[in-house]
């Protein structure tokens, strides 16, 4: 047999022999040592030093010992607390209590160790890929050890079950039984209570010592020491992960909200476990069955418990995890429920091993589920999550424990559920930082990321964001929202990102060291749209090219100064011009945004400027609903120049001045803009406006619907706006560098004049992404998922440092962002070739 092979299979049996005698110990400790809580509490005092051990002893213990020495010592502190049960009392089985608690974490560890070195070098000389070699060891080794569950038990039961003198459980002690038993010390003197015969506990003991120094031995005989090269590097690994780092490390990650978050989850899983082999053995089962009972009833709880982290393991790949949760849950109360009602009685035997039985399912999915969304959200940081959770599920088991004997039953039962529906309430909040939800594709819908419904498989990292310091933080909500994690540059290789969103353009530098399983928010170039000034130079230039039938979008502008003494021509020519009424103008600093510095005005000595700006035509004839001016925030999402594929967003924002229209006072900001950051502090923003309601926003489906209820045709108008916005779009089309892996989203401002004619005011770039009301949330929310849906991130994406090549973006359909994009791709290459040919 192959060297390794064999060394798993002896560490293996090892475990087996050494878990079959701790485990079925452990469920007896509540009956054996009942005096005085005894033996609860020598178990809460084994955790607590199992928590202070995994600390600081592991890394030490093994680089000291090497693995097989770490393993053989630490299985002798086993013993030892075996040997303190010959004579349980105080003295005796606290300390070998503490002494086991010690030994346990570095046990842990170095069969950790041990099976990571043994794959790695067996991959190695097989030309294997270590990862699933390891797996192949983990999975031989669990397939071996999960059955102690049942031998140790069986062996306490068989052992227990030979007393000659069966006592008979009187009416009267049965009474003790169950959720309000009686804590007394004459009630743990009752019939049930009494010690078993010592000849038979003492069988027992050396059985269990026996098979405790079998696996000693076994290791210490048969498995092979780790060669001198491994242990070298082994050794440096141990150096990187020094015990002191790996205990800041896990403190550190406390000031991860989604970690503080899964405290109560991870100390539930030990609670719970803790109740079952300390509480409901002692109280349902001995006291009303005798302890020789106990072994049988846990290894139902074992057996189930298995079987189900097997099938829960799977099928959690199609429900998500919010629905096993969920289930959890429902038998975890309903069992809790049941068991404060039940008064236990030997009459219903068969009631005695269904309780176990539905809390090894449950106990299943809080085990695997647990330590799979440990595994997942903190991906580049295992070590000290892994970490966390024993601290938290070992911190359970203390307090499991520890209040065992001071607290009857039934106050331990009720204490559960109130803390379940806190939990769950926030589990289920729109703010639990953790998303867990199943994979949806509905459109429209919130579905989760790829990294989510890939990590339920629990092997792919999560995908992850780098956001800059000015981007609003609904973009962090939403991407976490989906299960992303955020970069962190002090713990992650600088490239190991897939998104980078800033509200500023990127360096060049940047677009040229894109990797392919990363994006960036924006193209370069775009401000030749997105600057006021640059836009109206383009969108004249492309007037000039194919003439002003097709771009008469945009309101008539003259960039100032340069554009001085052309706009003193029109404006003369318009007042010289008999019976022409005037124009209005609107004057707009280039480089400002929401509706600073800007000016309407009709007589040109009032035109003031200090900054560059443009002058353009106002348009003086919007079409108004109840008498309120109003625009519409078009969002339009561009994943390719070449070829050119928009998207744009079927809701939106429309935004209404909140005073009403008057061209006789130019200089009411409220009357005349519809910035939101404007209006807002209008006089009129909280009132309820007649017609329009209280604030200054709708939605475009509200919008829609008041347009078709006075008659006009919404979906021409929606096909005007999506032309406006392919041919500014063209404008830039040949202009923007061939660049890979970007996307912009842009805010296009439409205005509609009462002819129904839709203009162009302006492009926004890095559209606003704050919430300021609850329509807000709806539009920018919805946005938000479905252009992260459009990025079309893949599994491969998440691979992030291997050398994946990602697929093309697709055109999904899915989307309320409307790809306008496949029609237009020829009319985009025409217009490029006539350009191309046009000039010189
Ligand atoms: P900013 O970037 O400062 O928001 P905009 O060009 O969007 O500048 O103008 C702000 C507001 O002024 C618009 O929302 C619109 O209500 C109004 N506005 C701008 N240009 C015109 C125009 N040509 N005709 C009518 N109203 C305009």
New binding site residues.
């Given amino acids: 047999m192959e060297r390794n092979l064999k060394n798993v299979l002896v560490i293996s049996f090892g475990f087996l022999l050494l878990f079959t005698a701790y485990g079925g110990l452990q469920s007896l400790q509540s009956s054996l040592n009942s005096e005085e809580g005894l033996g609860v509490a020598s178990l809460s005092v084994l955790y607590a030093a199992l928590i202070i051990s995994s600390m600081f002893l592991p890394p030490f213990l093994i680089e000291k010992l090497g693995c097989k020495w770490t393993i053989a010592c630490s299985m002798c502190c086993y013993i030892a607390f075996f040997l303190g049960n010959f004579y349980s009392s105080w003295y005796t089985l606290i300390p070998t209590s503490v002494i086991l608690g010690l030994g346990g974490a570095p046990l842990w560890s170095a069969k950790c160790t041990y099976l990571t070195i043994a794959g790695n070098s067996y991959a190695q000389k097989a030309g294997k890929i270590g990862r699933d070699i390891i797996n192949q060891y983990f999975g031989v080794f669990f397939l071996i050890f999960q059955s102690s569950g049942v031998w140790g038990n069986l062996i306490s039961s068989l052992v227990l079950g030979q007393s000659p003198q069966q006592v008979e459980i009187s009416e009267e002690d049965l009474k003790c039984c169950g959720a309000y038993d009686c804590i007394t010390a004459a009630a743990n003197n009752t019939t049930a209570f009494k010690k078993p015969e010592m000849t038979l506990v003492y069988t027992m003991l050396g059985i269990y010592t026996g098979s405790g120094v079998l696996a000693v031995l076994l290791i210490v005989t048969f498995l092979d020491q780790i060669k001198a090269n491994e242990v070298e590097s082994e050794k440096e690994t141990m150096k990187k992960e020094s015990p002191l780092s790996l205990v800041l490390a896990t403190f550190r990650l406390l000031k991860d909200k989604r970690q503080c978050f899964l405290i109560p989850l991870t100390m539930w899983s030990g609670f719970e476990q803790g109740f079952l082999a300390g509480d409901y053995t002692k109280s349902y089962v001995t006291c009303s069955l005798g302890i020789h009972f106990v072994g049988y009833v846990m290894i139902c709880f074992a057996a189930t418990n298995s079987l189900c982290s097997m099938l829960f393991g799977k099928i959690s790949q199609f429900t998500g995890r919010k629905v096993l949760f969920s289930f959890g849950t429902l038998i975890n109360l309903s069992c809790i429920i049941a068991l404060l009602l039940w008064k236990p009685h030997p009459s219903q035997f068969a009631v005695f091993f269904i309780f176990p039985a539905l809390w090894g399912m449950a106990d299943a999915i809080w085990q695997t589920q647990t330590n799979a969304l440990y595994g997942v959200l903190f991906e580049k940081n295992k070590e000290a999550a892994f970490a966390n959770y024993r601290l938290w599920e070992s911190l359970g088991f203390v307090i499991a424990f520890g209040y065992s004997t001071f607290l009857q039953v039934y106050i331990k039962l009720w204490s559960v559920p109130a803390a379940c529906i806190v939990y769950g309430g926030n589990y289920h909040s729109k703010n639990a930082p953790v998303c867990e939800c199943k994979s949806s594709r509905g459109r429209g819908s919130k579905g989760c990321t790829m990294a989510e419904d890939h990590n339920t498989k629990d092997t792919l990292k999560p995908l992850v964001f780098r956001l800059h310091d000015s981007v609003p933080k609904m973009v962090r909500e939403v991407l976490m929202e989906r299960g992303w994690s955020e970069f962190d540059k002090r713990q992650q290789d600088k490239s190991d990102w897939n998104l980078y969103w800033r509200n500023t353009p990127f360096h060049v530098t940047d677009h040229r060291n894109i990797k392919p399983w990363q994006r960036l928010n924006h193209y370069p170039e775009t401000v030749k749209i997105t600057r006021?000034d640059y836009l109206a130079r383009n969108l004249k230039r492309m007037k000039g090219i194919y003439g002003s039938a097709l771009y008469e979008f945009s309101?008539v502008a003259f960039i100032m100064p340069n554009d001085y003494v052309k706009f003193i021509a029109e404006y003369s020519k318009e007042r010289q011009s008999q019976g022409r009424k005037s124009s209005y103008w609107?004057c707009?600093p280039v480089n400002?945004?929401?509706?600073?510095?800007?000016l309407i005005f009709q007589d040109i000595k009032d035109l003031i400027y200090d900054y560059v700006v443009i002058v353009?035509?106002?348009?003086?004839n919007?079409l108004l609903i109840s008498g309120y001016?109003w625009?519409l925030r078009l969002y339009v999402c561009v994943t390719s120049f070449c070829p050119l594929t928009i998207y744009t967003y079927e809701e939106g924002l429309v935004?209404f001045?909140t005073e009403k229209f008057d061209l006789s006072s130019l200089d009411n900001v409220y009357a005349?803009?519809?910035?939101t950051s404007i209006n807002k502090f209008g006089p009129s923003y909280k009132k309820d406006k007649v017609g329009i309601g209280r604030g200054c926003k709708w939605t475009f489906s509200k919008c829609r619907s008041y347009l078709r209820s006075i008659g006009v045709d919404d979906l021409l108008l929606w096909q005007r706006i999506n032309n406006i916005v392919t041919l500014t779009l063209l404008a830039i089309t040949p202009s923007v560098p061939l660049t890979h892996n970007c996307f912009e989203l842009f805010g296009f401002?439409i205005?509609i004049d009462d002819k129904f004619k839709p203009?162009l005011?302006?492009v926004?770039c890095s559209p606003a992404l704050h919430l300021d009301c609850s329509i807000d949330a709806t539009v920018k929310k919805g946005l938000l998922h479905d252009v992260i849906e459009l990025l079309n991130y893949k599994q491969i994406d998440t691979l992030r440092q291997s050398k994946g090549v990602r697929t093309k973006a697709s055109c999904a359909s899915n989307h309320r962002l409307n790809a306008l994009s496949l029609l237009l791709y020829n009319l985009s290459w025409k217009l490029q070739e006539d350009h191309l040919v046009k000039r010189p």
Avoid: C, F, M, V
């Fill in positions: 006021k309101p609107i707009k400002l945004s929401r509706g600073r510095g800007i353009q035509k106002y348009i003086s919007p001016k625009d935004r001045a005349h803009l519809t910035n401002d205005l203009w005011l302006e926004n």
